[in-house]
T-cell receptor, first 115, second 113 residues
Framework: GAVVSQHPSWVICKSGTSVKIECRSL??????MFWYRQFPKQSLMLMAT?????????EQGVEKDKFLINHASLTLSTLTVTSAHPEDSSFYIC???????????FGSGTRLTVV | KNQVEQSPQSLIILEGKNCTLQ??????????LRWYKQDTGRGPVSLTI?????NTKSNGRYTATLDADTKQSSLHITASQLSDSASYIC????????????FGKGTSLLVTP
């Protein structure tokens, strides 16, 4: 089946540093991937749509200069949280659609803690 | 406004019992409806996906139903197990906008011994 691998599963970083999160589609090509943010006991909130070979599309209110997205290949999208602050601490999840009948496959998520 | 409402917000049941989770939506035009299971600290895992013409779909002990006329869906869990403890999320796709997904806030299920 379709697998989306997300790495790292958790990361702790100091304020002001940058953190990169990787999202890979292991056995299929994903022209489009999606990045979500999830706060405790809340639903997933779409941050941006990552398009292979072109600029990402950001949702309203998401700072594109703070959350840098790169989708350089059909199997890899990265999210870089730049100059991280404690309020950026959250659970970040990526996803991709394997096919119309399979739904969206999600990565296992990355727990980011900024101290 | 496209919305997905889930109920109950949380539920506690005894191991071995059945339960039903509800999802009401106002998404239009409708494309498909998906149920996901999300364990704490993990990404969501797909349980079922249903299009407009499908009324029911099963995945092991999970059975989802869809009434496109009333815009309601349910997820029935049979003979619950401790490992069923998780958040169950209903996600509805908008028909003509490609990747637009509308997420419910989820139902938190706790199965106790």
């Amino acid at each position: 089946g379709a697998v989306v691998s997300q790495h790292p599963s958790w990361v702790i970083c100091k304020s002001g540093t940058s953190v990169k999160i990787e999202c890979r589609s292991l056995d299929f090509q994903a022209t489009t991937m999606f990045w979500y943010r999830q706060f405790p006991k809340q639903s997933l909130m779409l941050m941006a749509t990552s398009n292979e070979g072109s600029k990402a599309t950001y949702e309203q209110g998401v700072e594109k200069d703070k959350f840098l997205i790169n989708h350089a290949s059909l199997t890899l999208s990265t999210l870089t949280v730049t100059s991280a602050h404690p309020e950026d601490s959250s659970f970040y999840i990526c996803s991709a659609e394997f096919g119309a009948n399979y739904g969206y496959t999600f990565g296992s998520g990355t727990r980011l803690t900024v101290v | 406004k496209n919305q997905v409402e889930q109920s109950p917000q949380s539920l506690i049941i005894l191991e071995g019992k059945n339960c039903t989770l509800q999802c009401n939506y106002t998404v239009s035009p409708f494309s498909n409806l998906r149920w996901y299971k999300q364990d704490t600290g993990r990404g969501p895992v797909s349980l079922t996906i249903m299009t407009f013409s499908e009324n029911t779909k099963s995945n092991g002990r999970y059975t989802a139903t869809l009434d496109a006329d009333t815009k309601q869906s349910s997820l029935h869990i049979t003979a619950s197990q401790l490992s069923d403890s998780a958040s169950y999320i209903c996600v509805v796709s908008v028909g003509n906008s490609g990747y637009a997904l509308n997420f419910g806030k989820g139902t938190s299920l706790l199965v106790t011994p």
